[in-house]
Structures are given as structure tokens and as C-alpha cells.
């Protein structure tokens, strides 16, 4: 059995994500995304170019728990409207390819979250059934050239597509988030995790406010908008219990061989940390950035002093940020940032 939200409770929101939902089925479920593409333009000068010349980059944003794509209302904008500056190539290194781009954001709504269905029984929701979702969109849509961008969840699922999947990916934006392999959890998840379970009803924007407080109420109001009460939140509950954290838990196979596939990658890839995360912040992204990235000579970290767990609320300053060291990175030139 499954909830599916009315539409009626999304027009709200819409002055904050004015994005028409695309839907495709999976099995007998309903998983709501949004495609939205920019101009196209020419990379090396920064002039509207042909769109039919144009090669698309394609952002693929994944949200976690307990939030929906509406997360990433502030990067969309960047990521499909600004052009960049105009590349300047260094000596001994070839432009970069392709030089006409056009600017594309995916960003689905995992099951159980957003406008996506909501099975209502806690037990149907597993690592598989979520990761395969996502194998599923990507190549029902046939996406390539995909930079995925991801958070919490977001990387706990995402991050181990790429070895999946690897002529499709060309680029990673990891905030706050893990590859669990079986591993014990910190201190700072397991206290989230025991504050989860405490919550049947969960207080979603509430949440999301105590760790954003730029973000105003109206804003706030659209994390809970999916969720006329509490029969909608069964993923919202199941997800936490659902970190591959034991050796006997579904999706540590994944997690393992997204670790292997990753160290040995050169992916341009860039991170940024939201310093005051308490679960997912410094000391496991610092973990992440030297057992996973550290010798990928194409890594940049930053260091992102306001910001809480859920980075994407300081999204415009992240996203610039990464569009123009994957501009450096595309010139030729290693970024090699060390954390």
C-alpha cells in the first residue's frame, strides 16, 4: 500500500521551487523529479550559443532524509544559468571538451519523499529498493555526462552509482554524507539515530530551521508540505535504520566497491563541508576526503564555516564555487587541494 500526496499542497511552495514535476513508473510506484535545462552557451568566449550544438552537462541532485529536491532550490538557478567565466586554457594543456555546453539539473524525489509515492509500511523501504530507483531514472532517461550532487543520503545512495554506471558519470559535488561499508557509526549519528526513532511525527522544517536559521518560515513550511500527517512519513522513519553500519546490512557490498572504484578515480570532484554539522560534519567528512579522495589529483575541499548538515541551504555559494574550480580543472590544470 502506498500515499500519494495531492498535488493541491505543493502550489505553496512553488514561489520557492516553481519547477513542474515529470513523473515515470517504477513497478506500480510513481517517482516525481524535475528536468530543467538552461541556455546553451559557448564555454571559451561565454556567448549564447545553438542549443542543437550544444552538449548537455547533467546535474543530478539526490536529496536525503528527511527532506525532498526542494532542498536544492537554491543551487538550480546556478547550475542552469550561470555561464561561468570565459576559460583561459594554460600553456601545454588542450581546451577543454566540449566547448558548447548547455546546463541541465535532474533532481528526483526519492520514494517515500516529495511528490514521489509513499509506501506506508516502514519494512518496504531497503538500500536496493532505493539505489535501484535511481539506476532505474538514469537509465530510463538515458542521462551521461552526469555530475551527481549529493548529500547525506543523497551520497550514501548516489555515491555508489558510479562504478554502477561509469560511462555515465563524469563529475562529483559531495557535502556532508559517508560511503558506509559496515563500519560502526560515530557518536553523532548514533545520537541521531536514537532521536529518529523517538519521532514518529517528525517536526521536519522545525529541524531544518534549528541548523538554517537564515531560512524563513514560509521557506520552512516546504519541508513538510509532503506529509499531510504522519501516515505520509513511513520513509521519513525507516531511512536512519537503514545506514549500512553492520557487516550483515543490505548495501555494505556497494559501499565497499564505491570506495574502491572512487580511490582509484580522477573524477573532477569537489566537496564542501558544512562546519557545523554534528552528525555528518568534519570528522567523517574528513575521513571520507583521505580514505576515499586523497589521491585524486583532481579534489578540491572547502570549508564552509556557516553551514550546517544540510549544505544546499547555503547552495548558491557552493554551487558557484564548484562550477568554477571544475572550469580550472577542465583547463588542464590539477587542482590537488589537500585537506
Known amino acids: 500500500m502506498f500515499l500519494r500526496t495531492p498535488d493541491s499542497r505543493f502550489e505553496r511552495v512553488l514561489a520557492h521551487f516553481p519547477y513542474e514535476p515529470r513523473f515515470i513508473d517504477i513497478g506500480q510506484l510513481r517517482m516525481a523529479f524535475i528536468d530543467v535545462a538552461g541556455p546553451a552557451f559557448d564555454k571559451v568566449t561565454g556567448e549564447p550559443a545553438d542549443p542543437s550544438l550544444a552538449t548537455q552537462e547533467v546535474f543530478l541532485c539526490v536529496h536525503g532524509q528527511p527532506t525532498w529536491s526542494y532542498l536544492y532550490r537554491r543551487m538550480i538557478p546556478i547550475f542552469i544559468e550561470s555561464k561561468g567565466r570565459p576559460h583561459m586554457s594554460s600553456p601545454g594543456f588542450p581546451e577543454p571538451s566540449p566547448r558548447v ?7 528526483p524525489d526519492l520514494f517515500g519523499f516529495g511528490r514521489s509515492d509513499k509506501p506506508t509500511q516502514e519494512s518496504d523501504y531497503t538500500f536496493n529498493f532505493h539505489r535501484d530507483s535511481l539506476i532505474h531514472l538514469i537509465t530510463h532517461l538515458n542521462l551521461t555526462n552526469i555530475t551527481l550532487v549529493c548529500q547525506d543520503w543523497g551520497g550514501i545512495l548516489g555515491l555508489t552509482l558510479p562504478h554502477a554506471l561509469p560511462d555515465r558519470f563524469s563529475r562529483l559535488i559531495v557535502m556532508n554524507t559517508d560511503i558506509p561499508d559496515g563500519s560502526p557509526a560515530g557518536t553523532g549519528f548514533s545520537e541521531w539515530l536514537r532521536y529518529s526513532n523517538s ?4 517536526a521536519i522544517g522545525r529541524l531544518i530551521g534549528r541548523g538554517a536559521s537564515h531560512v524563513s518560515h514560509e521557506e520552512l513550511d516546504g519541508y513538510d508540505t509532503p506529509y499531510p500527517d504522519a501516515t505520509y512519513k513511513a520513509g521519513v ?9 553492520r557487516h550483515d546490512m543490505e548495501g555494505v557490498d556497494h559501499g565497499k566497491a564505491a570506495r574502491e572504484f572512487l580511490r582509484k578515480s580522477v573524477m573532477p570532484t569537489f566537496i564542501c563541508i558544512g562546519m557545523k554539522d554534528p552528525v555528518l560534519g568534519p570528522p567523517v567528512m574528513d575521513t571520507l576526503v583521505r580514505s576515499v579522495f586523497s589521491a585524486n589529483p583532481n579534489v578540491a575541499v572547502m570549508r564552509h564555516p556557516p553551514a ?6 547555503w547552495g548558491e555559494v557552493v554551487a558557484a564555487r564548484a562550477l568554477d574550480v571544475f572550469q580550472v580543472m577542465e583547463g588542464g590544470v590539477a587542482w590537488g587541494a589537500k585537506i
Do not use: K, S, T, Y
Request: aromatic share 8%; hydrophobic share 45%; glycine share 4%.
Open 308 to 313: 550546517g548538515h544540510f549544505v544546499q541551504e
Open 101 to 107: 555546453v548547455q546546463r541541465r539539473v535532474i533532481a
Open 237 to 245: 522513519r525507516a531511512f536512519p535504520n537503514l545506514v549500512p553500519i
Open 199 to 202: 519521532q514518529h511525527d517528525m
